[in-house]
């Protein structure tokens, strides 16, 4: 070839390409090269190779043409590096670089042809983002107990992430079937899931709380979130709840206050009151207890229903605990029935107690909506004796002591010392 068919030869060439000469010079370059390195047209010309190669790479890059020229082949650039060239505003950009020995008027020459690597780079980039991003999210699934699957109706598909044959404790490999869901289900939550299932269009929104047994016996929570999918399909999020369950199950047999008053409950009640027992037995200090009951409260669910029967015994319990002192303690001790701790207090004070809250409880509106109510307690009051053998005596005439209170009239106090 000769020097004055190279700059035509060049243009040939679909891609980007130069010619450099051994001592490095670039002898020619295509239009597509002065694009890529952002020189005007033909400015490439005469410059020095190195102006296009960045500079941690250039004692790398002599070395690697000197080798080049001593070896008679074709070949890729630093294959399986990622190479950069530089343009000549300074911006680097990944290439692939193709080197090829050609001779033109007797002159050894190195025909070197470029291509922009940016998008491949970008995409291997993206490609490696989405897998470890992948690979975070299929963790946290994994330690937040959390599977999915998704129902295309149009195609009747089901598909299941990993995780829900694992909290199903299935192999991975089983066919998904949400009839092996509901198959698992606890038989009492079963028609709730078959239910669900059997409307599964029209469930987005719907949440289900359900138990599974799984094939080694073991008995899972599980909370299940109904979902719109793309076009016609649903999707399901499965959690396994079991370890919030357990705890709940646990706070709330460990707990000491009543959920529906705020009051403490009966178990703080036998507690409270031993150790006011112990106190009398050892200090001779003694306690006065209250104990009261509403009054056909039946009448009030049957008349006015079960949630303003509630919001009765919670405004109720409002006002009582308004009535005490630091050193008094309230406590609901199931159903409509209630107990007052007095410390330290003789039966005068009791009874003046005791009044109060009958006489508050008569006074009050219970409202509900538009709906107001009236109630009132029957109370009995009693104290430790020198003949009680345990803390429950006392607790026994103080429900003698509402019983009488009944018996009268209700809405009364009665002493049973
Ligand atoms: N709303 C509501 N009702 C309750 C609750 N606990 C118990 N009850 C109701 O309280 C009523 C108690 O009825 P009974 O034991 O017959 O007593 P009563 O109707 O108050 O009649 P007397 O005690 O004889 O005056 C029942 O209808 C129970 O269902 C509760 O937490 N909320």
């Not at 990993?162 to 698992?184: K, T």
């Not at 809250?357 to 009132?376: K, N, P, Q, W």
């Amino acid at each position: 070839m000769k020097n004055n068919d190279l700059d035509w030869w060049l243009d040939l060439v679909p891609d980007a390409a130069l010619v450099v000469g051994q001592d490095q010079m670039v002898v020619a370059a295509n239009a597509r090269a002065d694009a890529m390195f952002g020189a005007p047209q033909g400015a490439l010309r005469s410059r020095a190779l190195e102006v296009l190669i960045p500079e941690a790479s250039r004692q790398a890059h002599r070395q690697h043409v000197a080798g080049f020229f001593r070896q008679q082949t074709c070949r890729a650039m630093g294959s399986g590096l990622r190479l950069q060239g530089q343009r000549l505003d300074g911006q680097l950009r990944p290439m692939d670089i193709m080197l090829n020995r050609i001779q033109v008027a007797n002159q050894e020459l190195t025909m070197v042809v470029i291509r922009d690597d940016s998008e491949r780079v970008a995409m291997v980039k993206l490609g490696d983002e989405l897998a470890a991003t992948t690979a975070r999210l299929a963790r946290a699934q994994e330690v937040g107990g959390l599977g999915w699957w998704e129902y295309d109706s149009d195609g009747q598909r089901l598909i299941w992430s990993p995780m829900v044959p694992a909290i199903l404790g299935v192999p991975e490999e089983v066919e998904p079937s949400l009839a092996l869901v509901a198959e698992q289900c606890h038989q009492d939550d079963r028609p709730h899931l078959r239910a669900l299932h059997q409307n599964l269009m029209k469930a987005p929104g719907t949440c289900l709380t359900y138990r599974i047994r799984r094939p080694d016996g073991e008995l899972r929570w599980i909370r299940e979130t109904i979902d719109h999918g793309t076009g016609n399909r649903v999707l399901g999020v499965m959690r396994d709840i079991t370890t919030e369950k357990t705890l709940e199950d646990r706070l709330r047999a460990e707990s000491t206050i009543d959920d529906l008053t705020g009051l403490y409950n009966r178990k703080q009640f036998n507690r409270d009151l031993k150790s006011r027992y112990a106190d009398y037995t050892r200090l001779n200090r003694n306690t006065s207890m209250i104990m009261y009951d509403f009054d056909h409260f039946k009448n009030i669910n049957d008349c006015h229903g079960h949630l303003m029967g509630d919001n009765v015994l919670r405004q109720a319990a409002e006002i009582v605990a308004g009535q005490l002192r630091a050193s008094d303690n309230a406590y609901r001790l199931g159903g409509e029935e209630f107990a007052i701790i007095i410390g330290n207090t003789g039966p005068g004070d009791a009874r003046k107690l005791a009044e109060r809250v009958r006489s508050s409880v008569e006074a009050a509106r219970f409202r509900l909506g538009d709906s107001i109510v009236r109630a009132t307690v029957s109370l009995g009051i009693s104290q430790f004796r020198a003949s009680d053998t345990n803390f429950e005596d006392i607790f026994r005439r103080a429900d003698e002591a509402v019983y009488q209170s009944k018996s009268a009239s209700r809405n009364t106090v009665r002493v049973v010392a």
